[in-house]
């Protein structure tokens, strides 16, 4: 089973991450934050990665820190499930449509964290979350898990869509990635032996 559990605890935030990579996307995701929830549990359920998220941050200051840190959380959980990546099919992809909003995701799990995120969400709030902090959790997951990951708005003028969309886009691609290649089962997939 690739699974992990990742404890990290600040002077600003609490979080427990667990995930299971071989699941079937249950989510059990509490933040305090009520649209990133609804976010977690989009990328649970479309990648099939069964994930706990507890956390508790300074949201008395903003969302911030906790968003980031569930992603530096997450990100840590996935590297230390995959292990040493043998046999997983490394790249995905995906163009996910929902409503007026079209978003395209790549992604390499590479071990090279690298992120371009183009979402131009058109509006600072979701409700009472900033919008800029999608683009901080795809980061935060990007660079924690070794992830070359990238994601394009097509279409969109709903910022819900947009983001949700982004969610799912990611989840989607993620899932192809880490499916294992029943041609290469044995092996990492990489010229260079290690990933």
């Given at each position: 089973?690739?699974?992990?559990?990742?404890?990290?605890?600040?002077?600003?935030?609490?979080?427990?991450?667990?995930?299971?990579?071989?699941?079937?996307?249950?989510?059990?995701?509490?933040?305090?934050?009520?649209?990133?929830?609804?976010?977690?549990?989009?990328?649970?359920?479309?990648?099939?990665?069964?994930?706990?998220?507890r956390?508790?941050?300074?949201?008395?200051?903003?969302?911030?820190?906790?968003?980031?840190?569930v992603?530096?959380?997450?990100?840590?959980?996935?590297?230390?499930?995959?292990?040493?990546?043998?046999?997983?099919?490394?790249?995905?992809?995906?163009?996910?449509?929902?409503?007026?909003?079209?978003?395209?995701?790549?992604?390499?799990?590479?071990?090279?964290?690298?992120?371009?995120?183009?979402?131009?969400?058109?509006?600072g709030?979701?409700?009472?979350?900033?919008?800029?902090?999608?683009?901080?959790?795809?980061q935060?997951?990007?660079?924690h898990?070794?992830?070359?990951?990238?994601i394009?708005?097509?279409?969109?003028?709903?910022?819900?869509?947009?983001?949700?969309?982004?969610?799912?886009?990611?989840?989607?691609?993620?899932?192809?990635?880490?499916?294992?290649?029943?041609?290469?089962?044995?092996?990492?997939?990489?010229?260079?032996?290690?990933?």
């Open positions: 089973m690739r699974t992990a559990t990742i404890t990290r605890k600040t002077a600003e935030t609490d979080i427990t991450v667990t995930l299971n990579l071989d699941g079937t996307g249950i989510y059990d995701n509490q933040t305090g934050v009520g649209f990133f929830d609804h976010m977690l549990d989009q990328l649970s359920r479309h990648a099939l990665i069964d994930m706990t998220v956390a508790s941050g300074d949201l008395h200051i903003d969302d911030h820190h906790t968003v980031e840190d992603g530096i959380a997450i990100g840590q959980a996935l590297t230390q499930a995959m292990g040493d990546k043998k046999g997983i099919v490394r790249y995905g992809s995906c163009h996910l449509a929902m409503d007026d909003a079209q978003v395209r995701c790549a992604l390499d799990l590479s071990a090279r964290p690298y992120l371009i995120c183009n979402l131009d969400l058109p509006f709030k979701i409700g009472t979350f900033d919008t800029e902090l999608v683009r901080e959790f795809f935060a997951i990007s660079t898990g070794g992830i070359t990951l990238h394009d708005k097509l279409h969109g003028f709903n910022a819900h869509h947009i983001a949700e969309a982004a969610f799912k886009a990611v989840a989607r691609a993620l899932r192809d990635a880490l499916e294992t290649d029943p041609r290469k089962s044995d092996a990492i997939p990489s010229t260079k032996g290690a990933l």
